[in-house]
């Protein structure tokens, strides 16, 4: 089922999200969010956050989020979706991220960034599935686990 994320979810979501944090380059944060941390950024959301719940347990969350500060860039977001990994190729990563592009349709957003760190065969896969063709190349921008990480940019128009 999938539904909007609310304040109850922080803790599902931070151990989804951590796992990410501490074990892989897919996200650039290098601290574990706490609960407070993550119902915080629940909370303060101006764009869609949904979750993927599987037996009244959060699996997987998708959201956007403003992409950039600047008044001009008010109608783009950048999108992201994670999944725990019991949820991994089951289709649900495609199912939120159709439902979230779905809900942002209501809304005056008009460009969607997916920020890829690279290598991600998966997550490439799925943004181009749903549309979203590739517009940037970073080399070397990122620095995690004493490794410099390229980041890619996926741009989908809606």
Known sequence: MIRT???NDAEALCIIY???VENTTISFEVQPVTVADMKKRIETATLPWLVYEMDKTAVGYAYASKWKARSAYRFTAETTVYLSKT???QRIGTQLYEALLLALRDTPIHALIGVIALPNT???ALHE???YEKVAHFKEVGWKFNRRIDVGYWELII
Do not use: E, F, T
């Open 18 to 20: 951590n796992d990410y």
């Open 5 to 7: 994320v609310n304040s």
């Open 87 to 89: 949820a991994v190729n």
């Open 122 to 124: 998966a997550s490439i």
């Open 129 to 131: 599935k749903l549309g």
